[in-house]
């Protein structure tokens, strides 16, 4: 077997990529639910994409050791910082960065509170530390944090925009990542807790936090009059914004497999475009299962043409349809159904037809008239 260079992991990467030269094949390796050791041979494509995704991983852990950790700032719990808690991956990527921003709020505070918070945030010391620094006493610290923590979250709250999940941040609008509306578990047997968990925590807020990062940076070009790197930039925002996009969408449109269907008119317009449900089902189906490795399948409403059609996306922005209106969404990158489906896609769609939440489709699809 081939050494692979060792690489940081982030501590819920479930899997471990290994070559071996000697008859050029590829496995990947993970634990399956009863914590036996799997290990499946795939394609080079499929190889290579889950070897993107660690140097993605990578890339990520090693620009947040770059910033001093801030998150517990904006958290309710703050008054348990004595307790060296461990981080989640989730509060890690969705909180790490703006940190110039909290800095600016931090100056904003009354010297006391300023100071206090800088020692205990950022150099680390406890209260009772920096009461003897100072000379007073751990309850007039803890006081003065208290205080100062209420102050940032309403400079938070402030910067909340309620209509786009935004946070506006110095002018510039920072996108949040939304919230699953059910437990991660409750997809089951259809969806796995640790795809789901994967999909959700690792792959999706990675995408959200990659717009922030792209958005901070277009805002910094504009500042400084600078757009040596526009066209990687636009290109970034296309390629992140729209798998946020596209993911919110599909974690919308899936849920528990309680019964839901198409609603009256919803299903007179697939009866009138594609025949009958069943047809348009059969569509839909064989039309994901050849999608391109990294893509897309949707139902949309395509007003121009005034009817719905299904279209495939690659990437999450290639050969789409300007002006279209996604009705229903289903992801075919491999990390939504690999670990659970291996290489079997007609499985992993046969089951996506018992979790789609068809009320939240059926809104979707009377907002577009």
Known sequence: MAERPKRRKYRDNPYTLNYCEENNTYTISFKDVKGKLQKIEVSESIFKIFDRFELDDLSQMNEYD???????????????????????????????????????????????????????????????????????????????????????????????????????????????????????????????????????????VGYVDNTNITLEKLEKARKERNFENIKWLEKNLSFFGSGVILHELFFENIGPAIPSSPDINLMEQINKDFGRFEIFKEQFTESSKVVEASGWNLLVWVPRFNKLEIIQCEKHQDLTLWN????????????????????????????FWNIINWNNVNKRFKNTK
């Open 324 to 351: 279209c209106k996604p009705i229903l969404v289903l992801d075919m990158w491999e990390h939504s159904y690999f670990l659970q489906y291996k290489a079997n896609r007609g499985e992993y769609i046969k089951a």
């Open 66 to 204: 770059n910033h001093i950790e801030h998150s517990e700032i904006y958290e309710n719990n703050l008054n348990t910082r004595l307790m060296d808690k461990p981080i989640s991956l989730e509060d890690e990527v969705i909180k790490k960065s703006r940190f110039d921003e909290l800095k600016k709020a931090i100056e904003t505070l009354p010297e006391v509170q300023k100071r206090r918070v800088k020692k205990y945030y950022f150099d680390g010391k406890n209260e009772y530390q920096i009461a003897i620094e100072e000379n007073t006493t751990q309850q007039a610290v803890n006081k003065t944090l208290k205080l100062a923590r209420e102050k940032l979250k309403e400079i938070q709250e402030k910067n909340i925009c309620p209509t786009c999940y935004n946070m506006k941040y110095g002018g510039i609008f920072m996108i949040k990542k939304i919230n699953l509306e059910y437990p991660l578990d409750s997809l089951e047997p259809y969806y796995s807790r640790e795809t789901l968990n994967i999909h959700y925590n690792t792959l999706y």
